[in-house]
């Protein structure tokens, strides 16, 4: 499995699973066909509600909030 990132975040293998499972329907199948999808994405990181935020660039594509990993 190939590194998935959006800004300067490298996302876990474990939060690149949880996104393959929700895209299953937009044909996302594999990190690569995740990185492609997640290109113009922006990354946030958000304390306060302590989740790691990918933002889309339009309203058509679905914007994540990603839990922190607590272990």
């Not at 499995?1 to 293998?13: D, P």
């Not at 329907?25 to 690569?32: A, D, K, L, M, P």
């Not at 492609?36 to 994540?64: Q, V």
Request: hydrophobic content about 25%; overall charge positive.
């Amino acid at each position: 499995m190939s590194k998935v990132t959006v800004g300067q975040y490298e996302l876990t293998k474990k939060q690149v699973q949880l996104l393959l499972s929700q895209l299953k329907t937009e044909r996302v199948r594999n990190s690569e066909d995740l990185q492609r999808y997640l290109k113009n994405y922006e990354y946030m990181d958000d304390p306060s509600r302590r989740c790691h935020l990918l933002i889309s660039p339009t309203d058509k594509k679905e914007s994540f909030a990603i839990p922190y990993d607590e272990t």
